[in-house]
């Protein structure tokens, strides 16, 4: 009440022009903030999603691989350079799946999972495969071949899996992306709900501190003049305790109530 009595009329302006701003400011750090925590969970998305399907698809192929080297082997004689060359590769080929599974557990953990047994799938071929190279390399044809068979039904079976949990990845993926998406549009609209109230709790701030401070008290002082004037000398003037505009223009009323 003091302010509305005692300060001038321009602090009661500034009041509601500094309590207006404050909303604003309230308003825009409030959805600053919401639009950037969204910003990080698209950029994570996007980011860790993407790069741990990627390696997810790489170490798939790192199981097609194992397959191939240990045919490379069979198809040379086991004393060829070029068939140990094969067993190499086809050893770094293994660990090379081993890691690519590993990181892709870790990016997608909600895959984590599916992606251990994909790993141990990938274990067993890379044994299968094994003793089909080894067989290679002794030039026992028969042995790798019967190996090779039963690596080849475990590959085909891998791959379907591979499918399987590419697609759930892909239904994961949609899913975090239309959750995103509600949240940037139920965002938007609790953004709006909020800057209208703010706007019209804002005005009728503003509506009520100028009738109670400034409009309101001009008005009456204005009708206590007029009653002055047309010579009603009891007429009581309210606001000569004030501070403000409306009480420097009050006071100097006491001396009209005296006239004769």
């Known amino acids: 009440m003091n302010l509305l009595k005692n300060a001038k009329i321009s602090v009661k302006v500034a009041s509601i022009v500094v309590a207006l701003s404050l909303l604003s400011v309230g308003f825009v750090v409030y959805l600053t903030q919401t639009m ?56 770094a080929v293994a660990r090379e799946f081993r890691d690519l599974v590993a990181k892709a557990g870790k990016l997608l953990p909600k895959q984590a999972a599916a992606l251990t047994e994909f790993a141990r799938a990938g274990e067993v071929i890379e044994k299968q495969t094994g003793v089909a190279l080894a067989a290679g390399l002794k030039n026992d044809g028969a042995a790798a071949k019967k190996a090779m068979v039963v690596a080849d039904e475990l590959i085909t079976r891998a791959m379907e899996d591979a499918r399987t949990l590419y697609r759930s990845m892909g239904e994961s993926t949609q899913k975090d992306s239309d959750a995103l998406t509600l949240e940037v549009s139920s965002s938007s609209l609790i953004a709006l709900a909020l800057g209208a109230a703010a706007g019209i709790l804002g005005t009728i701030a503003a509506l009520l501190l100028s009738a109670k401070g400034i409009t309101g008290p001009l008005g009456r002082l204005q009708q206590r003049m007029r009653a002055l004037a047309e010579g009603e000398l009891e007429a009581e003037v309210e606001g000569r305790d004030r501070r403000d505009e409306v009480g420097q223009m009050a006071r100097p009323c006491r001396c009209s109530r005296r006239m004769p």
């Open 36 to 91: 950037k925590q969204i910003d990080a969970r698209y950029s994570e998305v996007l980011a860790h999603t993407s790069e741990g399907q990627l390696t997810a698809a790489r170490s798939t192929l790192r199981i097609s691989q194992m397959g191939y080297e240990a045919y490379r082997a069979m198809a040379e004689d086991g004393d060829n350079p070029a068939a140990k060359k094969a067993a190499e590769a086809h050893a």
